[in-house]
């Protein structure tokens, strides 16, 4: 099916074309098939967007609250008119199954909604002062033009969690959203368009990435960096935006515990991890990694596990009534099968799954699958796998358990299952996460704040703190 998109690069309220040849070519993963070749932004572009950015931002940040919020309700209304068709494009680009991604346009959509409702309640302070004629007074104000470079695994609510925020504030934005899936970023631009947005606020370069990011990282005007991605690029824009002095936030990846008490009720976890580990393919920042299950529930846990991970389906997204569509690329079903040599190099045993079932493309679908007896140096141990791989270990101390998940580079999201209200609290408290969810398996909800500790990077995404990342304070000391 080829697909007809103008530009990949939207400035200044219009679709532009660059002013090289340069294109993207988009590609269905699940038959590897071009969807489309859109024309695509080099270092002129995202200058220009640049300029556009920071040129509208005087006018943007200079209307009331509510004057803002217009505009984004009424591109969350356009978005839920649109979800069935923004989702077929998301499932044709990134595979994941279409009632998720559905699911995530309105997910993605909501943000605006809440910011939309939430700026007008971004109130200051007065500080009491030491003087009868003086008052102190904060205030929270926008940045500028903020740069926000987002991945590929949720295309839209990635992008919407940082934009929405944003704008609500006031700042202007340029968007370079991953290259697999741009089609997705171009249907958020084409809402903005619609919902009459003023031309310069919201900008949108797809391209290559490194010609664009050193542009983003040169720009003076470019006033904070908002990432989501990798730690290698997070690292590099957090080094170099930060000898800019720009503001830089990242969001990166994590290494996600789920950890099951022999109190739990069992179905509940189960549950849980099918959608935690399975949904997106594995392909989540808080997707489980390791699951560790108290020794005397082991047993009975694995062979549940199993029955349900063998009856998972495997699928091309866009037919619906599949829990488990292609890989992103070919690259990540290789780099995922790895994780599975490696572990069984080292012992480790497949209890469920290993093999793609015949009829289905081996070279672009990850079998669902559990292993046991992963040591601790494999890499499914201690490193993301962004799949549908997931190991299984036994663990009998409640300390020891602590002191492994803890010993992670990473400290994104914990999942833990028990009815035990003290073991609730002690050991939620004790897991050096930046997010635990209890008896449940999402974190990303509008109103609460998205992000990571140590190695999953700085900053939080969501709620009211989510709003406050896109400020800055402003202090003014007033004497009469
Ligand atoms: P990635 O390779 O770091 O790419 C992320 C974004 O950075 C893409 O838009 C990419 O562009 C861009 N980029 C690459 N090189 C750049 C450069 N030199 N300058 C500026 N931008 C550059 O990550 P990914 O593979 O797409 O995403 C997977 C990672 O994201 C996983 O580790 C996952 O855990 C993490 N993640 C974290 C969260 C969270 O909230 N913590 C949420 C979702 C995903 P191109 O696509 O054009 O290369």
């Not at 209307?63 to 978005?79: C, D, M, P, Q, T």
């Not at 929270?140 to 991945?151: L, N």
């Not at 992963?374 to 009998?396: N, Q, W």
């Amino acid at each position: 099916m080829a697909l007809t998109f103008k530009s990949g690069i939207y400035i200044n309220g219009q679709w532009v074309q660059p002013s090289s040849k340069a294109v993207l070519d988009v590609t269905n993963p699940a038959t590897g098939e071009l969807l489309a070749s859109i024309p695509a932004a080099g270092r002129d572009e995202a200058r220009a967007a640049v300029v556009a950015a920071h040129k509208a931002f005087k006018s943007w940040s200079g209307l009331n609250a509510n004057e803002r919020a217009a505009y984004l309700r009424k591109a969350n209304a356009i978005f839920i008119e649109r979800a069935q068709e923004i989702g077929e494009i998301m499932t044709l680009e990134q595979g994941k199954p279409i009632a998720e991604a559905v699911g995530e346009v309105l997910w993605g959509a909501d943000y605006l909604l809440w910011y939309a409702e939430e700026i007008r309640r971004s109130n200051g302070t007065i500080v009491p002062s030491d003087s009868l004629n003086q008052r102190f007074y904060l205030r929270r104000r926008a940045r500028g033009v903020v740069a926000c470079i987002t991945p590929w695994n949720f295309p839209n609510a990635m992008l919407l969690r940082k934009i929405a925020p944003a704008v609500a504030a006031g700042n202007t934005i340029v968007a370079k959203p991953a290259e697999e899936t741009p089609l997705s970023a171009i249907k958020i631009f084409e809402v903005f368009h619609d919902a009459g947005f003023p031309a310069g606020v919201l900008n949108l370069v797809c391209g290559e990435p490194a010609p664009i990011g050193d542009v983003l990282l040169e720009s003076p005007e470019v006033r904070q960096i908002s990432f989501t991605g990798s730690t290698e690029i997070g690292r590099m824009l957090s080094e170099r935006g930060g000898a800019q002095l720009k503001k830089v936030t990242v969001e990166l990846g994590g290494v996600a515990p789920f950890i099951v008490f022999p109190d739990a009720d069992l179905d509940v976890a189960l549950n849980n991890l099918m959608w935690g580990k399975f949904a997106n393919q594995g392909q989540s920042c808080v997707a489980p990694n390791r699951v560790l299950i108290h020794k005397d529930i082991f047993d009975t846990f694995t062979v549940a596990a199993k029955k349900r991970v063998e009856e998972l389906k495997l699928g091309h997204g866009i037919k619906g009534g599949f829990e488990v569509g292609p890989m992103i690329s070919e690259e990540a079903v290789v780099r995922v099968n790895a994780q599975l040599e490696d572990a069984k190099k080292k012992g480790a045993k497949v209890v469920a799954g290993g093999q793609i079932p015949s009829g289905i493309d081996p070279k672009r679908w990850c079998a669902p699958t559990i292993i046991v007896d992963a040591p601790k140096d494999a890499l499914v141990t201690c490193h993301e796998t962004f799949g549908p791989l997931v190991a299984f270990e036994p663990f009998t101390s409640e300390a020891e358990m602590i002191d492994s998940v803890n010993a992670s580079e990473s400290g994104l999201g914990a999942y833990l299952f028990t009815k035990d209200l003290a073991i609730a609290h002690r050991v939620s408290e004790a897991l050096e996460y930046g997010m635990v969810v209890i008896n449940g398996s999402s974190f990303g909800y509008v109103q609460t704040p998205f992000g990571g500790t140590k190695g999953s990077g700085d900053g939080r995404e969501g709620g009211q703190d989510g709003l406050l990342e896109y400020q800055e304070l402003q202090y003014i000391n007033m004497n009469f």
